[in-house]
C-alpha cells in the first residue's frame, strides 16, 4: 500500500439509485473524473452527474503518485511549436500555472488537510553532462542555481547546479482524491465506488448486465484504457522513508519543502512530506507485452530497491533509516506523448498525461467541462483539446520499442556520468519518441 492511504480515512458514499437517468455519466474515480465532476457542478449546479468506480475513488494513479502539483506538460515546446502559436503555448503554460493556484484555492475553502505547499521545484546536477543541459534548458519560468545556491536549497550529494522552477506545489494525493470526492458528493454527486462500467460503444455503458441511462459518458480511466495501441502504460514505483530527525533533514535541507529529482533521462521525482519522511519515485521498470497492466510490476523489488540505493546516493544520512512503504502504478502514454481532450455530442475521452497528471488533469476536466457545455474558453482552446495521436504501433514492435527506450535511457545517464557532456544517445533519441 502507498504511504498516503496508510494516512488517509476512506470515507463511504451514498449514490442512491445507479438506474436514475443521468445528464453525465463519468466512468473513473480519479483525478479526472472527480475534477470533470467538479467543473460542471460550478458551472451547471443542477446537472445529475454519476461517478462509476471499479474500486474504491483514487485506488489509480491518482491516489498513489508522487504528489508534485507542477506546471509541467509532456511535450516540449519545440515539439508543440509545429502545430501551435508561441502565444497559444504561452496561454497552455499560463492556465498550468494558475491551476496549482485554483487548486490551492479550492483545498483551503474546503478545508482539505492533503499537505498542500507550494514550495516550487528543483532538477539538480549531479555529473557535467547534466549541468550543460540544465543551463540550456531553461523554462521561461525557471532559473539557474550554482551550486552554492542549490546547497541553499538541497544538500544532495555531488551537486553542481540545479534549475528552480516556483510553479510546484507537494500534496498527498489520495488526501485530496478523498476532499475532492466528498466535496462532490456534498454539492450532488453521486459516487459508486467498487461499480465497474463496461463500454459496449462509445454511447453505452453496462454495469452488472444493465444498460445505464446517460445523456452524455465521459471516459476518465487513463492509463487503463482499454485500446492498448491508443494510449499504453508506463509503470513508475515509489518508496518512502520513515519520519527523518530533526538533525538528519538538516543535513538534506528543501526547508521549504520543495519537490525535487535529480536531472537523470530516466525520470525520477521525489518530495520531503508534511512528517519529515523522503517519498522518492522513478521509471524505469518493463513494459508488458500487448500493454498489460500487472500488478507484480508495482511492486518490483529491483525498482524499489534501486529507488532506496538512489536515495542513499543523494542523501548518505538517510544511512540506516528504515524505508516503510514500497508501491507503484501506471501512467498513461500516447505514441506523441501528447495528452488528450475529446468530446463530441455524446461522448468524451481524456488522459495521457503521461507523469504530469495531477495539475494537468484539473485543466483538462476544465477544458472538457467547457467543452461541453459550449463554453468557447481558451481552456475550450489548448493544445490537447480534440487532438489525435496516431497509433502505438503493433506488437512486438511496440514491446521492443519501448523497452529498448527504457534501457538505451538508462545508458545514456551513464554516458553522460562518464562523459560529463550531454549524452549523444539521448540527441539520437529524442527525435524517433518525438516529443
Ligand atoms: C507512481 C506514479 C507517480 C506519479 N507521480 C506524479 C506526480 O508526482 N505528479 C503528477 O502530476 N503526476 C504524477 N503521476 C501521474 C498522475 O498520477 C496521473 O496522471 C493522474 O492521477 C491521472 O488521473 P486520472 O483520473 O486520469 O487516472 P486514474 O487516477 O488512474 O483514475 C482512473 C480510474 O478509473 C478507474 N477505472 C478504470 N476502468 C474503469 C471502469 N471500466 N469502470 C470504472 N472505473 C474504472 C480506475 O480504477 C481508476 O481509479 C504519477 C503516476 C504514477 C502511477
Given at each position: 500500500m502507498s504511504l498516503w492511504w496508510d494516512q488517509v480515512i476512506r470515507p463511504s458514499f451514498t449514490?442512491?439509485?445507479?438506474?436514475a437517468r443521468w445528464d453525465v455519466l463519468i466512468v473513473g474515480g480519479g483525478f479526472s473524473g472527480l475534477w470533470s465532476a467538479h467543473h460542471l457542478v460550478n458551472s451547471e449546479p443542477h446537472l445529475k452527474i454519476a461517478i462509476l468506480e471499479k474500486g474504491r475513488v483514487g485506488t489509480g494513479a491518482s491516489g498513489r503518485n508522487g504528489g508534485w502539483a507542477s506546471a509541467l506538460y509532456p511535450v516540449n515546446d519545440e515539439v508543440l511549436g509545429r502545430n501551435f502559436s508561441t502565444a497559444h503555448i504561452s496561454t497552455l503554460h499560463h492556465e498550468l500555472r494558475i491551476s496549482i493556484d485554483e487548486i490551492a484555492h479550492f483545498v483551503k475553502e474546503e478545508k482539505?488537510?492533503?499537505?498542500?505547499?507550494?514550495?516550487g521545484s528543483l532538477v539538480v546536477a549531479r555529473n557535467g553532462g547534466q549541468l550543460k543541459r540544465l543551463g540550456t534548458e531553461l523554462a521561461a519560468n525557471e532559473i539557474f542555481l550554482n551550486q552554492s545556491q542549490t546547497e541553499k536549497r538541497i544538500l544532495m550529494a555531488q551537486a553542481l547546479g540545479s534549475s528552480f522552477n516556483p510553479d510546484c506545489a507537494v500534496i498527498n494525493p489520495a488526501a485530496l482524491v478523498v476532499g475532492l470526492a466528498k466535496s462532490l458528493e456534498n454539492r450532488g454527486v453521486s459516487i459508486f465506488e467498487n461499480h465497474e462500467g463496461r463500454f459496449t460503444s462509445e454511447n453505452e455503458v453496462i454495469v452488472n448486465g444493465k444498460k445505464l441511462n446517460a445523456q452524455f459518458i465521459l471516459r476518465a480511466t487513463e492509463a487503463y484504457h482499454e485500446d492498448s495501441r491508443a494510449q499504453i502504460p508506463i509503470y513508475s514505483l515509489i518508496v518512502a522513508t520513515e519520519p527523518l530527525s530533526d538533525s538528519q533533514i538538516s543535513e538534506i535541507g528543501l526547508a521549504d519543502r520543495e519537490a525535487f529529482s535529480d536531472a537523470s533521462h530516466l525520470v525520477t521525482y521525489a518530495q520531503r512530506t508534511e512528517d519529515n519522511r523522503l517519498v522518492i519515485g522513478g521509471r524505469g521498470a518493463p513494459y508488458s507485452w500487448g500493454s498489460r497492466r500487472q500488478d507484480s510490476l508495482e511492486t518490483r523489488s529491483k525498482n524499489h530497491e534501486g529507488l532506496r540505493k538512489m536515495a542513499r546516493r543523494w542523501f548518505p544520512v538517510v544511512g540506516k533509516s528504515k524505508f516503510t512503504h514500497a508501491w507503484g502504478g501506471a501512467v498513461g502514454v500516447a505514441r506523441d506523448w501528447s495528452p488528450y481532450v475529446r468530446v463530441n455530442s455524446k461522448y468524451g475521452e481524456m488522459g495521457g498525461y503521461v507523469g504530469d497528471g495531477v495539475t494537468l488533469s484539473y485543466l483538462a476536466a476544465h477544458s472538457i467541462a467547457d467543452l461541453l457545455l459550449g463554453k468557447k474558453s481558451v481552456r475550450a482552446q489548448?493544445?490537447?483539446?480534440?487532438w489525435k495521436s496516431k497509433k502505438w504501433e503493433s506488437e512486438p514492435w511496440r514491446w521492443l520499442g519501448v523497452n529498448s527506450t527504457i534501457q538505451l535511457t538508462k545508458l545514456a545517464d551513464r554516458e553522460e556520468f562518464l562523459t560529463h557532456r550531454p549524452s549523444v544517445i539521448m540527441q539520437a533519441l529524442d527525435p524517433i519518441l518525438g516529443r
Open positions: 449514490p442512491g439509485d445507479i438506474n482539505i488537510t492533503c499537505g498542500f505547499h507550494k514550495g489548448l493544445p490537447y483539446a480534440q
